[in-house]
């Protein structure tokens, strides 16, 4: 985090940094503030308390208060509450200071008893340049805050700009680039949270590639804080067993906007706020089809993805605020192939693989959802909330798709297989749920409590219908000569209607002393689902500690016991008789367990005058009542039953700061190593990912701000597989790594943000041009098995797409 000042006020920011020493010293103090006040309370006759806010209302936290010739201060809390008491005089001086804003000073005639004084603190209005004053946050918890200044200029191949960003952080891979979705410390897709404004959002349940997959529900044009946990997370967070995102979007103060082009899609954006009212406005439309372009299936791709969503925050008084999200979305995704050719194996025995496709696909999947909350602060510390979420998904796969290919070794003329495959899928699916939720925010000296209770109520419909039937020379697979075959087939009728409680409360503690500053977080969650009438309690605990010895350092412990409650596509059981696979609803499924420590270390340094922080963590988990799955591209597939074990244990680092002056960058290594027990036997998770490596990088032309390069890229280990329709007993193999690196150039055409020119509506313009995998290395996303008429099985690399440009334009205005 940057703050520009300029050099006539370097006299200003050398105060400034007095002030962040002031406020180091008054933390201290404050430490044992309960301890000091009473002290103070039995000799002085005066007790002034109140709260410190700006002009729109919100908390100036850590505000210096002083009282004038006693030697005397305090701090605001982080709700701009302050307490002080002090002797009483002819007059009494208070001064209330904090960075960025006017000085102000009150004066106090004869003042005794209890008395209350509100402050209204201004920003400091004098022009700023060059000097620049740099500085982290320090977390003292597992969640951390994540830097969003270069989001809207990331070379981005999936047009969701906060997961891609998400994805360059520690403990955290991706495989598909054409897929937002991501991997935490060895849990599946299905294992991350996700929350807007408090509100937990989910993603649609019948995606199975990433060329499917469309915008995600986060616009990042309306995103203000972006915070994530890669585990140890607190109490409030749901029922996942990976990660929690925890998405707050902006509340615009002022008429602004924003529109954005490319070969991938447009963007525009629209807000406008003043103190009391705000309301802003996403329109997203994405087509991948370019990128798609570069895929070996060939064909007629028309993908067609779109969405509005609409933030409104009003505040009819001091104690009352309204905050309501409407969101609407249609993917489309058409695709008619027509042929493909692979070539794969190693130097010494090169395979080609070419298939003519007749047929097409058609998916639709159209998203409802929609949020309103009433808080009602109650004092000046205490708040109350109710909220109501509505959430509906109507989906829709299908496709007839007949290729008939040829296999053959590229150094002779042997033909390894030639036959045919037909694939047939109807499978929709409707889901609506409603949730209702009450909350309870309290700031009680040093501690912050927080607390909450929801019920939920979910209703499912699944029809699916899909069967695929391979023939190899002749020969329908598997071959029985008693009849005609396939080698799937697949049917489930189902519906669901239940009923999902939960309630948590939490605590955190801050206090200073001699040793240092200590946080601890605490709390439990409980929650009940009517479906398998299963109660789940889950304890969790995180401690933070700055020794004052030395305070670059930051220790933090977490652990807890987290839970990951089934959803539809985990209940999925499957029977097969006679080739025939039926789908049954497991009434009898639990929750699957995880026991988790997470230990960690932040070090503060700075190396050639510019700021850095290395943080490293270590975690292990121990899973119980595991419900094992197959992975295929994005696509998960459950067992549907409780019946294994496992462990994933492995330590993150990450080092982040300026390797440029001016900009943040960062780079991360994880190794890691997941293991199940399934029938007694040990087998790596569908996930065992044993190193990984993501790096961002920025940087400007020197002397200049008008030219600007982010760099990000991604090197992990390849995840197990075997083949299809099998237990992952068989997954004997490991795909090759995942490497790709994309570079972003931008120019600024137009910056008028100190509007110089008065009668130009427009802040910036933007020229961008981006090279996605600039290395073009070949990427894979899966694999197809081909089966001769001997039974035996090859695996065909699905790649990845290859390298691409992308040129934007951004406005903002």
Same mark, same amino acid.
């Given at each position: 985090m940057c703050i520009k000042y300029t050099k006539k006020t370097f006299l200003y920011v050398i105060n400034s940094m007095k002030h962040l020493y002031i406020i180091i010293l008054i933390s201290f103090w404050s430490s044992i503030g309960a301890f000091c006040q009473e002290e103070q309370t039995d000799t002085a006759s005066v007790h002034l308390k109140g709260r410190v806010t700006d002009e729109k209302q919100d908390p100036v936290s850590m505000c210096i208060i002083r009282v004038e010739g006693q030697g005397i201060a305090t701090t605001a809390s982080l709700n701009g509450q302050y307490n002080i008491s002090f002797h009483t005089a002819d007059s009494v001086v208070i001064t209330y200071s904090m960075i960025g804003y006017n000085t102000r000073r009150r004066v106090l005639k004869k003042p005794h008893g209890n008395l209350t004084l509100n402050i209204v603190m201004h920003e400091n209005s004098k022009v700023m340049e060059e000097?620049?004053?740099?500085?982290?946050?320090?977390?003292? &918890?597992?969640?951390?805050?994540?830097?969003?200044?270069?989001?809207?200029?990331?070379?981005? &191949?999936?047009?969701?700009?906060?997961?891609?960003?998400?994805?360059?952080?520690?403990?955290?891979? &991706?495989?598909?680039?054409?897929?937002?979705?991501?991997?935490?410390?060895?849990?599946?897709?299905?294992?991350?949270?996700?929350?807007?404004?408090?509100?937990?959002?989910?993603?649609?349940?019948?995606?199975?590639?990433?060329?499917?997959?469309?915008?995600?529900?986060?616009?990042?044009?309306?995103?203000?804080?972006?915070?994530?946990?890669?585990?140890?997370?607190?109490?409030?967070?749901?029922?996942?067993?990976?990660?929690?995102?925890?998405? &707050?979007y902006a509340r615009p103060t002022k008429a602004e906007g924003s529109v954005q082009a490319s070969l991938l899609?447009?963007?525009?954006?629209?807000?406008?706020?003043?103190?009391?009212?705000?309301?802003?406005?996403?329109?997203?439309?994405?087509t991948n089809q370019y990128m798609l372009g570069s895929l070996e299936t060939k064909g007629e791709y028309k993908p067609s993805f779109i969405d509005y969503q609409a933030y409104?925050?009003?505040?009819?008084?001091?104690?009352?605020?309204?905050?309501?999200?409407?969101?609407?979305?249609?993917?489309?995704y058409n695709f008619a192939p027509t042929d493909r050719e692979t070539n794969f194996g190693t130097l010494e025995n090169i395979k080609n693989f070419k298939v003519y496709f007749d047929g097409k696909e058609e998916d639709r999947f159209n998203t409802l959802f929609g949020t309103m909350k009433v808080t009602r602060k109650l004092g000046a510390n205490h708040a109350l909330g109710l909220s109501f979420t509505g959430f509906s998904t109507r989906e829709?796969?299908?496709?007839?798709i007949q290729g008939q290919y040829w296999l053959n070794e590229t150094n002779s003329d042997d033909q390894l297989g030639v036959g045919t495959y037909m694939e047939h899928a109807r499978n929709t699916l409707k889901s609506n749920s409603v949730t209702l939720k009450a909350t309870y925010d309290a700031q009680i000296r040093k501690h912050k409590l927080q607390a909450g209770l929801s019920w939920r109520h979910e209703k499912i419909e699944e029809n699916t219908r899909e069967w695929e039937y391979r023939d190899s020379s002749g020969y329908s697979i598997p071959h029985t000569g008693n009849g005609l075959d396939v080698i799937y087939n697949l049917k489930s009728i189902n519906s669901i209607s239940s009923n999902?409680?939960?309630?948590?409360?939490?605590?955190?503690?801050?206090?200073?002393?001699?040793?240092?500053?200590?946080?601890?977080n605490y709390g439990i969650r409980l929650s009940s689902w009517s479906w398998n009438k299963e109660w789940l309690f889950s304890p969790r605990v995180c401690l933070g500690f700055v020794p004052s010895s030395n305070d670059k350092f930051t220790f933090r412990l977490a652990m807890g016991l987290y839970y990951q409650r089934p959803f539809y596509k985990e209940l999925r059981d499957t029977i097969t008789t006679n080739g025939n696979t039926i789908v049954e609803l497991n009434k009898n499924i639990k929750s699957q367990r995880s026991f988790q420590v997470v230990a960690g270390m932040e070090y503060k340094f700075k190396m050639g005058e510019r700021p850095f922080k290395f943080t490293t963590e270590v975690y292990y988990k121990a899973q119980s009542n595991l419900n094992p799955y197959n992975v295929d591209n994005v696509k998960i597939v459950y067992y549907g039953n409780n019946c294994a074990s496992g462990f994933v244990a492995g330590v993150d680092f990450k080092l982040y700061g300026e390797f440029i002056p001016g900009t943040d960058s960062w780079i991360s290594?994880?190794?890691?190593?997941?293991q199940m027990t399934l029938n007694g036997k040990k087998i790596p998770q569908p996930t065992d990912q044993r190193y990984n490596i993501n790096f961002f990088f920025s940087d400007y032309f020197p002397g200049s701000t008008k030219w600007k390069m982010n760099l990000k890229g991604t090197f992990a280990q390849g995840l197990p597989f075997g083949p299809p329709h099998t237990g992952l007993e068989r997954n004997a193999f490991r795909s090759s790594a995942y490497k790709r690196v994309d570079i972003g150039m931008n120019y600024r055409l137009v910056n008028n943000e100190d509007r110089h020119m008065r009668r130009n509506w427009v802040k910036n313009v933007w020229l961008g041009l981006d090279c996605l995998n600039i290395f073009g290395f070949s990427n894979v996303s899966g694999y197809y098995w081909v089966t001769d008429v001997t039974n035996h099985q090859y695996a065909v690399p699905n790649y990845l797409t290859g390298r691409l440009f992308n040129a934007r334009v951004q406005m903002e205005f």
């Open positions: 000097v620049t004053v740099s500085d982290f946050k320090r977390e003292m &918890t597992t969640t951390q805050e994540l830097n969003k200044k270069e989001l809207k200029r990331l070379p981005s &191949t999936t047009g969701n700009a906060v997961e891609e960003l998400v994805a360059t952080q520690a403990g955290v891979s &991706t495989h598909n680039e054409l897929s937002s979705q991501y991997n935490v410390r060895g849990g599946s897709f299905d294992e991350n949270c996700v929350y807007i404004n408090g509100v937990e959002v989910y993603r649609p349940l019948l995606i199975s590639s990433g060329q499917q997959e469309g915008l995600s529900i986060i616009n990042s044009d309306m995103v203000e804080k972006i915070n994530f946990s890669a585990g140890g997370f607190e109490a409030k967070y749901g029922d996942k067993m990976s990660s929690v995102l925890d998405i &707050t899609g447009i963007n525009g954006y629209a807000g406008f706020g003043n103190r009391k009212f705000a309301f802003s406005n996403g329109l997203r439309y994405k409104l925050s009003w505040m009819p008084s001091s104690q009352w605020t309204i905050d309501a999200i409407a969101y609407i979305s249609r993917n489309n829709r796969v299908t496709y007839d999902h409680m939960e309630m948590y409360a939490q605590d955190t503690y801050r206090t200073e002393s001699k040793v240092g500053i200590l946080s601890f290594f994880g190794l890691m190593k997941a």
